[in-house]
């Protein structure tokens, strides 16, 4: 591997415990910002084809959806943990920041965010 450049595996919702939960995708890109991933490749309602996941059920757990425009990766899961990640080449040195938007649809019966 090159010096400096390293193989980020970007790992969303590590542990989707129950209610929904929604990833932003990302916005545009502003000065020296790397998108990872804005959805626009993936069919609404499906799995991404470029992710993957720990455990073929985590294929249910996630789906792009879109509202107002803005596609992003939706969960969904009860009482189930399932990874999903996107293996992406990352220079650390020239992008040492991964930054990512979420919100919670449901927060899960006595959570403390």
């Known amino acids: 591997m090159k010096s400096g450049v390293a193989r980020a595996v970007v790992v969303l919702l ?20 790397r998108v990872i991933d804005d959805f626009s490749k993936a069919a609404v309602g499906e799995f991404p084809s470029d992710w993957k996941v720990r455990k073929d059920a985590g294929k249910e757990v996630y789906v792009v959806k879109e ?41 899960p019966r006595g959570a403390d965010e």
Request: proline fraction near 5%.
């Open 14 to 33: 590590g542990a989707v415990l129950a209610g929904g939960v929604s990833t932003v995708g990302a916005q545009a890109p502003a000065g020296d910002c």
């Open 67 to 107: 509202e107002d425009g803005k596609r992003f990766l939706h969960a969904y899961a009860k009482n189930l943990g399932i990874q999903a990640a996107k293996e992406y080449e990352w220079d650390l040195k020239a992008y040492p920041v991964l930054a990512w938007s979420w919100r919670p649809v449901e927060f």
